[in-house]
């Protein structure tokens, strides 16, 4: 199972870009990665996903290198409200069954 | 979006006792829900796969005669935990996955439960 690798932890300030970096070396050709952020002891939303194309939704932009090895996902204007917990999962498995495996995600702080 | 519905939201129980928390589609079908647990501080781990019409599929580690799965229709699926201990005491989530196509359609998470065992 391919698996993702975050910083713990990152910083930004309210209004600025908030950029959150993934590392999955080990992703597979049919594996898409997807993007979940949890706001404290709250089923976690999802945010968006994608397989190798850049993707772009009213709420983030996410970035998938050339060789799919890394992404990062990009909050065009932080809030305060986007502070919290972001998941970066590789999807598992090819049949209908696949399944979200969550890592330690990056907990971000939005500072006014 | 899909809505995905869990209860109760809290529920707080002595030991020994069973509970059983519910998981609804309110909008959609789904064919899959899973089942996560999450500690303080911690990662959401997953615990099964529930599949409609057949048995939960356990990550390993996981306890299936203590936490009993049934995915009896489409838009429900339960979590029993059986003679509760004051360790599982936790927050259970549950998502459900839209009936679409192998790639499309993301996972959608209920609110979460919130199980303490005294």
């Known amino acids: 199972d391919a698996k993702t690798t975050q910083p713990p932890s990152m910083d930004c300030a309210e209004g600025r870009a908030a950029n959150l970096p993934c590392n999955h070396s080990?992703?597979?050709?049919?594996?898409?990665v997807y993007w979940y952020r949890q706001i404290h002891s709250q089923g976690p939303p999802y945010i968006i996903h994608?397989?190798?194309n850049n993707e772009t939704n009213e709420v983030a932009s996410l970035i998938i290198t050339e060789d799919r090895k890394s992404s990062t996902l990009i909050l065009p204007h932080a809030t305060l409200r986007d502070t919290a917990v972001y998941y970066c999962?590789?999807?598992?498995?090819?049949?209908?069954?696949?399944?979200?495996?969550f890592g330690q995600g990056t907990t971000l702080q939005v500072k006014p | 979006g899909a809505v995905v519905s869990q209860h109760p939201s809290r529920v707080i129980c002595k030991s020994g006792t069973s509970v059983k928390i519910e998981c609804r589609s309110l909008?959609?079908?789904?064919?899959?829900m899973f089942w996560y647990r999450q500690f303080p501080k911690q990662s959401l781990m997953l615990m099964a796969t529930?599949?409609?019409?057949?048995?939960?599929?356990?990550e390993q580690g996981v306890e299936k005669d203590k936490f009993l799965i049934n995915h009896a229709s489409l838009t429900l699926s339960t979590l029993t935990v059986t003679s509760a201990h004051p360790e599982d005491s936790s927050f259970y989530i549950c998502?459900?996955?839209?009936?679409?196509?192998?790639?499309?359609?993301?996972?959608?998470f209920g609110e979460g439960s919130r199980l303490t065992v005294l």
């Open positions: 998502s459900a996955r839209t009936s679409g196509g192998l790639y499309t359609g993301e996972l959608f």
């Open positions: 080990t992703i597979s050709g049919n594996e898409y």
């Open positions: 994608g397989l190798k």
């Open positions: 999962i590789v999807r598992v498995g090819t049949s209908n069954t696949g399944k979200l495996i």
């Open positions: 909008d959609f079908q789904a064919t899959t």
């Open positions: 529930s599949n409609e019409g057949s048995k939960a599929t356990y």
